[in-house]
């Protein structure tokens, strides 16, 4: 953020705020640092449960090269079943209607 200062008490201010905002940082990191260091009340097995919680339980970030690969194998037959299915769709319903028409005309005019 770009500060316009229009004397040199502004900008005396504004770098005594800065400061002090420092200073509480700091006292607040050695904090942290003291809690972390000494043990403090920081439960290993919670942070891991909170974090495989939001970590996805699926065989693509797998260790074993052959579930990721059978898994990738898997997204990909369906993503392709889904789209040939659409497409198949659309294709038989625009034949139906160029071919029924057809036909339609071609029964019409043999009676």
């Given at each position: ?21 420092i ?22 097995n ?20 052959l ?12 993503a392709?079943l ?14 139906m ?7 339609g ?7």
């Amino acid at each position: 953020m770009l500060q316009q200062f229009k004397n040199m008490n502004e900008l005396t201010g504004y770098l005594e705020t800065l400061e002090g905002r420092i200073k509480k940082l700091e006292e607040e990191n050695g904090k942290l640092r003291e809690a972390s260091s000494s043990g403090g009340n920081v439960n290993g097995n919670l942070i891991a449960k909170y974090v495989a919680h939001y970590i996805p339980q699926t065989n693509l970030v797998n260790r074993n090269f052959l579930k990721r690969a059978f898994t990738v194998w898997g997204h990909f037959f369906v993503a392709n079943l889904i789209i040939a299915m659409t497409v198949g769709i659309a294709y038989a319903c625009l034949m139906m209607m160029f071919f029924g028409s057809l036909f339609g005309n071609l029964i019409q005019y043999s009676r």
